[in-house]
């Protein structure tokens, strides 16, 4: 079932029906001023933090209430809707009294528009670019043939306490905490006016809810008065009556309604602004004003819309798949900022109880963005590195509040009990390599490694030196094999292999950072590093292949007591995918090796969806540590498709020369793949979630955990440098695409190191990869390398395959 589609002239995705499987949402602010929507208006915003910050209500796990409402009411006929389907729910379809709507989701702005008895409405949902507030643009037009009445209600539903648990819960408190004022065309809410408030209220918690460009004929600051008794969002009394009745808020639930009305002949519109903010009497006053001229509203739009189609401007395909165009030209590549920015703070899931970053998520993260804006990557791969500890690892969480050298860590209680993280995890600080290397790869920036940078407790050192420390950290690590001990986790946090434990992906990524430094050494004529890294790789590999591989897979680990997991023996958990892609990622793998191992996960991995992480899953078999037995099979962790290594797989066959099945991975596993099939899928079809539910549920297909996963990353990364090839180095840029044998032409458009690049592919042999000839700016080149000396500022490049 088709519920929408993709709009690349303007890089939105439209949805034409409103009763979407689940609610689609969009991002708009940042958390500096966050605000999470649906395509039916539901949502909730928040200052900071999702926890801490909240300004609005949202109920999770629900049918997508409350939200950002706009009611509509014909006065004299007395009926009334809402400018999106719900809360109302007006029956859709064709006709005069049938509602018709359609959410235009774009970069961190939403339009809603929805016809409706010859009334046409449109609201644009927004927050203006580095700025604390929101905006919700109201359009009205008469589309009939006479003169109408409209009423319009804006509602919005406050928090009474701005920590969201105890907002929820904690009644006997909050319930007595707040009040709401009417001052000229806005409802002011405060929280604990009477703690010391000073003359610009700067000392207690004013939020505002407020109209421009239009009167108030009256007004709410009370939810029960506003909703009524035993009523709903659906039909709130002040709506049906046609009037709110000017009750404020005292010892009760909060909201702000405004409500305005006005005459409308026929072909005539009307527009007006709601605002929304955490702001005091006098600042809210001058928002208010600055709205008067609703001209403005154009500007910042355009602002808002030239800033994020920037940054996506520095990398778009064209290719003949229209669905991988719109995933990587806008759609994943704007959720790889979205993620970028937000790590996993706040959705539709998580309810923004997590108040920090986790070190792994955030520096996987930052690899999307990077070929799109690398000055945004260094500036947050700078903040990950003054959270690495000085002994080398990661904090497992980094507190939004991070005190470079400062912090406490893992080895001290404090940090347990304030993050409730007890220990460190192996594979945090290797992150930083394929990140950092990245970064320098696609800027050039060498001279990074010399930056000097805080350790997150004490000391500082340079890029280098916290890298070297990072292998360091492994190294002192080893265990019983002389691979890196498991720790509290890798990658799996539901696979606890024990402290003594080893992890094959760990020993393969530990192998791979090994490779960067050493590249990075040998920059730098590191001569006694570089003899040192070459023997103890050649240790880890001989290491891993004779513990680690068995005939056609390479095992997950091994437990403290010396038990091996992942073996083709077991009954359960006999192959898993990490190892498999990792150890053609990190190098480790012969080509025979890696053809066996991928061929394994094809085989007893791959479903239509995407490949599973692991497989059988547990149900009679798991050991103590596998806590992937308490989700239901082939759900999550235990053996469902996750989605963050789709991309790995992507990137692994891609590197092996094997286009055809690295697209295969792409399709199964792509959202936009599953556009007509919604009803399936379930969640947004232009954003990757967390997991797709596999061959054991009844469900297979449904997906989970929207927006805010890493999956977004390592999928741009799979089909950046894999399918497309886009594979740049300290001096330059390999251009070695692997690609679908039915691909006969494509072309890029990238911005690399200040220089822009036009890239044509031909690919009339049909081949999966490889090259015949190559050229820059019509010069023919002795291989598939553009070196950064060779460029011009404009660069015309064709590849023939």
């Not at 406050?158 to 007595?176: G, W």
């Not at 992150?431 to 060498?446: I, N, Q, R, S």
Request: glycine share 8%.
């Amino acid at each position: 079932m088709n519920y929408g589609y993709f709009d690349e002239k303007n890089k939105e995705y439209v949805i034409t029906r409103p009763d979407t499987p689940a609610p689609w949402a969009n991002y708009l602010g940042s958390p500096e001023y966050g605000a999470i929507i649906s395509n039916n208006a539901g949502g909730y915003s928040f200052v900071k933090s999702g926890a801490n910050g909240r300004i609005s209500r949202y109920i999770f796990n629900q049918e997508d209430k409350p939200g950002r409402y706009v009611y509509l009411r014909d006065d004299d006929e007395t009926d009334y809707w809402s400018a999106s389907w719900q809360p109302v729910g007006k029956p859709l379809g064709e006709g005069y009294d049938k509602y018709q709507s359609a959410c235009h989701h774009g970069t961190a702005y939403t339009k809603i528009k929805a016809q409706y008895k010859d009334i046409a409405s449109e609201v644009l949902y927004y927050v203006p670019l580095n700025k604390t507030h929101e905006v919700w643009k109201v359009t009205v037009k008469n589309t009939g043939d006479r003169p109408r009445n409209i009423s319009t209600f804006g509602f919005i539903e406050f928090t009474n306490e701005s920590n969201y648990e105890n907002d929820q819960v904690n009644l006997q408190y909050t319930l007595f905490i707040t009040k709401t004022y009417f001052k000229g065309n806005k409802i002011l809410q405060t929280i604990n006016e009477n703690d010391q408030k000073n003359e610009e209220g700067t000392n207690f918690r004013e939020r505002f809810f407020g109209l421009a460009g239009a009167a108030v004929e009256s007004y709410n600051g009370n939810k029960s008065s506003f909703i009524g008794s035993y009523r709903s969002y659906g039909n709130p009394i002040a709506v049906e009556m046609g009037a709110c009745d000017n009750t404020l808020n005292y010892n009760s639930n909060a909201c702000g309604a405004l409500h305005t009305k006005m005459t409308l002949q026929p072909g005539e519109s009307r527009e007006f602004v709601f605002l929304l903010g955490q702001k005091n009497d006098k600042q809210s006053r001058e928002i208010l004003d600055y709205y008067s001229d609703l001209s403005v509203i154009d500007t910042e739009l355009n602002e808002l819309i030239n800033y994020w189609h920037g940054k996506l401007s520095n990398f778009q395909v064209k290719t003949p798949s229209e669905s991988f165009n719109a995933m990587l030209n806008t759609w994943n590549a704007y959720q790889c900022f979205i993620t970028f920015i937000w790590s996993r703070a706040a959705s539709f899931i998580y309810a923004g109880l997590r108040n920090g970053y986790g070190y792994r998520d955030t520096v996987q993260d930052i690899q999307g963005i990077i070929h799109l804006d690398p000055g945004m990557a260094k500036d947050k791969i700078v903040f990950m590195l003054s959270a690495q500890v000085d002994n080398g690892g990661g904090l497992p969480l980094v507190k939004f509040n991070h005190n470079a050298g400062h912090e406490d860590t893992p080895d001290d209680f404090s940090y347990v009990q304030a993050t409730g993280h007890p220990a460190y995890r192996a594979d945090d600080a290797l992150w930083l390599f394929p990140t950092v290397y990245k970064y320098m790869a696609e800027t050039g920036d060498k001279a990074f490694l010399d930056e000097v940078i805080p350790y997150a407790n004490k000391d500082e050192g340079t890029v280098y030196d916290h890298l070297k420390r990072a292998i360091n950290f492994s190294m002192e690590r080893l265990s019983v094999h002389g691979m890196p001990a498991g720790l509290h986790a890798d990658w799996n946090d539901c696979l606890r292999l024990g402290k003594k434990g080893e992890s094959t992906f760990v020993a393969l990524q530990l192998y791979y950072a090994m490779s960067v430094i050493r590249d990075i050494a040998t920059d730098k004529k590191d001569e006694e590093y570089i003899a040192y890294i070459d023997r103890v790789q050649k240790e880890l590999k001989d290491t891993i292949n004779n513990y680690c591989w068995e005939d056609d897979r390479f095992i997950r680990g091994f437990k403290e007591d010396g038990q091996v997991i992942g073996s083709k023996k077991d009954p359960e958990a006999s192959m898993w995918l990490n190892p498999q892609s990792w150890s053609v990622i990190s190098g480790l793998a012969t080509r025979e090796q890696a053809e066996k191992a991928l061929e394994s996960v094809h085989r007893e991995l791959n479903t239509k969806y995407g490949v599973r992480v692991m497989a059988p899953p547990y149900v009679d078999h798991a050991f103590e540590g596998a806590l992937a037995i308490l989700f239901n099979p082939t759900t999550k962790e235990n053996g469902g498709i996750f989605s963050q290594p789709q991309g790995w797989i992507i990137l692994a066959e891609a590197l092996m020369g094997h286009g055809n099945r690295a697209f295969e991975y792409f399709t199964e596993s792509s959202p936009a793949s599953m556009n007509d099939h919604a009803e399936i899928r379930v969640i947004e079809p232009y954003a990757h979630g967390q997991f797709v539910e596999s061959v054991a549920s009844p469900f297979e297909g449904r997906a989970h955990v929207h927006w805010l996963t890493g999956t977004a990353s390592t999928v741009m990364v799979g089909c950046v440098e894999g399918i497309l090839g886009m594979r740049p180095d300290l001096n330059g840029l390999t251009i070695a695409p692997s690609i679908p044998s039915d691909w006969r032409e494509f072309s890029m458009e990238k911005t690399f190191r200040g220089k822009k690049l036009s890239i044509k592919v031909k690919n009339e042999s049909g081949a999966e990869s490889g090259y015949k000839e190559f050229y820059v700016n019509g010069v023919k080149m002795e291989k598939n390398y553009l070196p950064e000396d060779s460029m011009k500022e404009v660069n015309d490049i064709l590849l023939i395959m």
